[in-house]
């Protein structure tokens, strides 16, 4: 009976030891949210104190790898019912606290990839410092794999070694990869014992013909499933080369053909403007090397009167010239007005001539008048002998006709 009561005291006295400390909970250490929702992580604490004059709760963020240190969301003081937030979280987070229940719950608006992470609930109330201030619970942003991408790593060639490989650029958790084959037929294949799958990546050895086919990639989590399709053909090393090689030959070949093209057109203007300033060269020493003589030839010129002429006689023989063409012009002008006097002289008769073809135009006329007012009498003279003539022919038949009766016979109506 003694060993009994022994042990249940002990248990009194460590009940009672217990009683009276603060204690702070998350009722679960794993919270999973889809990206973009509003969450709320709970937490809730007790003292040995009834009524506790001052209680701060704060809320914090911890750090993850690539951060240096823990990040305060926000800390709610009870003695003026105040809550200050951080400028990261200020519209974003709200902290619920109510101190006679024990309360201390935080709210996330929007939540993005960069909540996820754990989070730490801490209560601080002066006089009761013992027990367990503060818990942990770590949340996990779910978000649905994207769209992977297939790739093919190494030369397609008999006999090489390949790797395919496959990753989704998002997903939370991080998602998992599963490849898939099927030959040419649309019919699965049995994997090469060589052939390893892991992390996306898909390792095949000494590949052959019967490596051909159709792979797919399937990444998945907790919300759901993508994936990318590949078509996978081998060759033979000579076809290769040979394709390889048969696209060098015609490179070359277009290459030397342009190049070619480019030289010759270089070359025809090269020779082009040599010979242009060949015959403008030849000219200007014919020109300058031979002057006009006085019958109006052209004589060569030596060195010498190149060197012993002075450059006034040039301008002076500029000037002759210039008066010379000046007087040719007035020649040309005088021509041209004793042409004009030829040509008016010319109208004039021609003018003269025409009046007298006009007054003999006119003596016809008149002498056609005369004649066609003759013919005219002469015509009715003899169309009203004619009438007259006529006139008598019908008086003497009338006088030669019978009498005509004077009943008419009566008409007889015949039938047919």
């Known amino acids: 009976m003694g060993c009994l009561i022994f042990p249940l005291a002990l248990l009194c006295l460590t009940l009672v030891s217990g009683v009276g400390s603060l204690e702070v909970i ?62 990261k979280y200020e519209r974003r987070a ?89 030959d040419v037929r649309n019919m699965p294949k049995v994997k090469d014992a060589r052939t390893t799958d892991e992390g996306g990546v898909m390792s095949l050895f000494n590949i052959t013909k019967d490596t051909s086919g159709y792979y797919t990639c399937t990444s998945s989590n907790k919300i759901r499933s993508a994936s990318c399709n590949l078509t996978l053909t081998v060759m033979p090393p000579s076809m290769l080369g040979s394709v390889g090689q048969t696209a060098g030959i015609i490179a070359g070949v277009v290459a030397a053909l342009l190049i070619g093209i480019i030289v010759i057109y270089c070359c025809c203007c090269k020779k082009k403007a040599k010979d242009e300033e060949y015959a403008m060269g030849v000219r200007e020493e014919e020109y300058r090397d031979k002057e006009p003589t006085e019958n109006g030839e052209r004589r060569e010129l030596r060195d010498e009167d190149h060197a ?19 007087n040719d012009r007035r020649s040309d002008y005088d021509d041209r007005r004793s042409d004009y006097d030829d040509r008016r002289s010319d109208y004039t008769e021609r003018r003269s001539d025409n ?41 003497r038949d009338d006088d030669d006709r019978p009498p005509l009766p004077k009943t008419k016979p009566p008409r007889q109506d015949y039938d047919y």
């Open 94 to 182: 709200k902290v619920d606290v109510k101190v006679a229940t024990g309360k201390a719950d935080l709210r996330l608006y929007s939540i993005t990839m960069d909540e996820n992470r754990s989070y730490e609930c801490r209560v601080q109330i002066p006089g009761d410092d013992e027990g367990t201030p503060a818990d942990i619970a770590e949340m996990v942003v779910l978000v649905a794999p994207s769209t992977p991408i297939c790739k093919v790593v190494g030369e397609t060639v008999y006999g090489q070694d390949i790797k395919l490989t496959c990753h989704s650029e998002e997903g939370s958790p991080p998602p998992t990869y599963k490849w898939d084959s099927r």
């Open 26 to 87: 998350i009722p679960q250490k794993l919270y999973e949210h889809a990206r973009g929702d509003n969450i709320t992580l709970p937490c809730t604490f007790t003292s040995k104190l009834t009524t506790p004059g001052l209680v701060i709760v704060t809320w914090s963020a911890l750090k993850v790898k690539q951060e240096t240190e823990d990040t305060v969301i926000a800390t709610f003081y009870s003695h003026n019912g105040r809550t200050d937030y951080t400028s």
């Open 308 to 326: 012993e002429r002075d450059p006034r006689d040039d301008r002076r023989d500029e000037y002759g010239d210039g008066r010379s063409d000046y």
């Open 355 to 395: 009046d007298d073809r006009r007054s003999d135009y006119t003596e016809r006329r008149d002498r056609y008048d005369d004649d066609r007012d003759r013919r005219y009498d002469d015509d009715r003279d003899r169309r009203y002998d004619d009438d007259d003539d006529r006139d008598r022919r019908d008086r």
